[in-house]
């Protein structure tokens, strides 16, 4: 029986219960949830709603009126009605974005990481020595590549809030799943290795065995290591750089900062005695920094790293550009305002309209009628008015 | 996690500053922080950026990877490869015995300079298969113990180069410094020798601040088996600068190390005579010993492969930014052009 209501509601553009108990309420949702097997969401304020709330995939609350009880059981709270709009299609849609980027980027920069430190110990007869000082694979996930994604998680944005309202069917890139599919991860996985390749090979090769500065000196562990831990810091950073398209003074300050830190880390590192620094002891006032090469290692291996990446994301921007790509250029050369029947009408386009029942019938009439409008009085100029059917 | 948005939201124009609300209200203060509304630059690639980037690193890397090159061009090194040589052809069979016996390790090899060397002209002597970067190998030292004499017992990390039989503690103790390499060379030329300066071969920072200055070696290869060289007892550590040098472990397998510099030049087509004592046991482990001369330029010493990666890398670059330019112009898409959005591109596509 119960099969036979879900399989006549599916097909339906919306359907009322009435009456119904609370636990009711939450068969309905598990109905729905397990029959159709889409991610259902539950809004509610009440204390009946709570049953509900918790069986759907994502339930909101409502506070106000009736309590806090069902702000109490849900995933997210809201104090009106009317803000399950903005809920969804502006932080749903910026929160799915920045949830997948910062996952894919920290499996990026950790592959890039450890993969050298893997790769190391083919030339140290795999006895487990590290290439890099204790301190650098502390500091790595602590503070210098973890506040740029902090601030990507929390700031990022592809397009702005209004330009979210105006355009809802932007929000299908998170139900579509195109920022999370497994092309992209292991895209991203991919670009891990190759990195993580680039960075121990190139600093290999450039330290062989000769002397890496003019006064005949050799390399030692600590140099290698301190250079090839530099060239990690600058091509992680610079790869959230390029990753990121809403920069503000905090993005700024973190990625930039996280740079700076990990030169005056090793500056400060290096004078502390070496009972604490060891082989670290002065090695970026006296070996390194002085040494041409350390910082010919560092631009390099940093755009080498990058340039795949780049290449990537310019041939996709050119051939295939997503929908955000698309309003953001139209916003960054104000075509929206300088052609608004353009912009009004992808507007109206973006939104989807309903195509059965009572609705759609009367939005056809509608729509007729305008169109006559149209016509009988094609010469004047058209007030601004909206014309979405229903808000 | 719970978003308050207190500010209006009907699918609309401009952000949240409706009407002064009429009852007690409890919406939150506005700040640009809260409402995710900082000034931000938001920057877009479009052809002309993606160009000039592309163009830009190709500019600046090309003449960076031959400044490179010809930086390591200049360089000249000799490398002279010894250790099977300097055996007596009788002995070849069974190098180990013959390495640990005591029998005159004198050698005679000869250099022939390629080009002139300008001084001054650096003395290497190169290892091969000689892991240095070992874990145990890396660890086994006592940083204390080489600082100041007062923790001379400080030989815990050191195991099992930490004690002379029944004699206190060796110092320096650890399997690093017992490993002491100790080939020793002399060079001439036409019979008048060459001197080769051994000072200033360390870092200042190890003579002044790793090694003491009070801090004598003592029961020094004492632990029973001799693994390299022995050290001058009245000398203390931070002017013992072979050890320095030493201890500095190397990141590679194949290393060279800092042996000395001769402040002469060197002229093209020179046979150089090096009188070498052979020493240094690496016939246990196949290792392979081999003597450098080389000079040096700003980039340090030969190694064309910097200069090779910069110049591939901006030739790279140049062949995107050209291919770029002419996908651009070839199959040009307008900035901003609607018919890219998915509802208009028909079906199947996002």
């Known amino acids: 029986m119960k099969h036979q209501l879900l399989a006549l509601a599916v097909v339906c553009a919306s359907v009322i219960c009435c009456r119904v108990s609370p636990k009711q309420k939450a068969l309905v949702t598990r109905l729905v949830k397990e029959g159709t097997g889409k991610t259902t969401l539950a809004i509610g304020d009440g204390a009946n709603d709570v049953g509900m709330i918790q069986e759907a995939d994502i339930g909101v609350g409502i506070s106000g009126v009736e309590g806090m009880q069902a702000v109490m059981a849900s995933d997210f709270s809201i104090s009106q009605f009317r803000f399950l709009e903005r809920l969804l299609v502006v932080h749903g849609h910026w929160c799915y974005k920045r949830i997948a980027q910062m996952i894919c980027y920290f499996f990026y920069k950790n592959i890039a990481f450890g993969l050298t430190l893997f790769y190391f110990e083919a030339f140290t007869a795999f006895s487990g020595q590290s290439v890099y000082n204790d301190w650098y694979m502390l500091l790595f996930n602590v503070i210098l590549t973890s506040l740029p994604v902090i601030s990507l998680g929390v700031f990022e944005q592809d397009v702005s809030s209004e330009v979210c309202l105006q355009f809802p069917a932007l929000y299908q890139q998170g139900p579509k799943n195109l920022f999370f599919d497994w092309y992209r991860i292991l895209g991203w996985m991919g670009n891990g290795l190759y990195t993580s390749l680039v960075i121990f090979i190139l600093n290999i090769m450039i330290f062989y065995n000769q002397a890496f500065r003019a006064e005949g000196q050799t390399a030692d562990m600590a140099a290698m290591g301190a250079t090839m831990f530099s060239c990690i810091i600058t091509a992680v950073n610079c790869q959230i750089a390029l990753t990121m398209s809403h920069f503000t003074w905090i993005q700024h300050l973190f990625v930039w900062g996280s740079v700076t830190t990990w030169y005056l880390f090793l500056l400060l590192f290096g004078m502390l005695p070496p009972y604490y620094s060891e082989d670290a002891h002065k090695i970026l006032v006296e070996a390194l920094g002085p040494a041409p090469i350390y910082w010919c290692t560092i631009l390099l291996v940093t755009v080498a790293c990058n340039l795949p990446y780049l290449a990537h994301i310019s041939f996709q921007r050119c051939f295939n550009p997503m929908d955000h790509h698309i309003i953001q250029e139209i916003k960054y050369y104000k075509k929206d305002v300088e052609d608004q029947h353009m912009w009004r009408r992808e507007r109206s386009k973006a939104r989807q309209e309903t195509k059965i029942g009572f609705t759609a019938r009367v939005d056809a009439k509608i729509r007729q009628l305008k169109g006559k409008l149209q016509r009988r009085s094609s010469t004047l100029i058209l007030p601004n008015c909206m014309p979405s059917p229903c808000q | ?350």
């Open chain 2, 1 to 350: 996690m719970s978003s308050h948005t207190a500010s209006s939201s009907n699918g609309g124009n401009g952000s949240g500053d409706s009407g002064v609300p009429k009852r007690n209200s409890k919406r939150p203060k506005y700040s640009k922080f809260t409402q995710q509304e900082l000034p931000a630059c938001k920057p877009i690639l479009t052809p002309r950026w993606v160009v000039s980037t592309f163009m830009l690193i190709a500019i600046v890397f090309i003449p960076i990877g031959i400044a490179c090159l010809i930086g390591s061009r200049d360089v000249v090194e000799v490398v002279e490869r010894y250790e099977t040589e300097c055996i007596p052809v009788l002995n070849r069979t069974n190098t180990v015995q013959f390495i640990q016996s005591d029998a005159d390790k004198t050698c005679n090899i000869s250099m022939t300079i390629p080009k002139r060397m300008k001084q001054p002209i650096y003395v290497y002597y190169q290892l091969d298969n000689f892991y240095q970067n070992h874990r145990r190998y890396v660890k086994s030292r006592s940083d204390e113990q080489l600082k100041s004499a007062s923790k001379e017992n400080d030989t815990s990390a050191c195991k099992p180069e930490d004690i002379a039989n029944g004699r206190g503690a060796i110092v320096p103790c650890g399997l690093i410094a017992w490993s002491l390499f100790n080939d020793t060379y002399s060079f001439s030329r036409q019979n008048q020798s060459l001197t080769v300066n051994k000072k200033g071969i360390a870092w200042k920072s190890d003579k002044q601040k790793r090694f003491g200055k009070n801090v004598f070696p003592k029961n020094f290869q004492g632990g029973g088996l001799v693994g390299g060289a022995t050290l001058n007892e009245s000398i203390p550590l931070n002017e013992q600068e072979d050890l320095m040098v030493w201890m500095r472990t190397a990141a590679l397998p194949t290393f060279r190390k800092l042996y000395g510099k001769i402040e002469v030049d060197l002229e093209e087509k020179e046979v150089i005579n090096v009188t070498l004592m052979n020493y240094y046991n690496t016939y246990s482990f196949n290792g392979k010993k081999k003597l450098v001369l080389s000079t040096t330029s700003w980039i340090g010493g030969r190694n064309d492969f910097l200069g090779i990666a910069y110049l591939t890398v901006g030739m790279i670059s140049f062949a995107l930014s050209m291919g770029f330019t002419i996908v651009y112009f070839v199959k040009p898409r307008r900035l901003g052009d609607p018919t890219f959005l998915s509802w208009n591109r028909g079906p199947g596509s996002h």
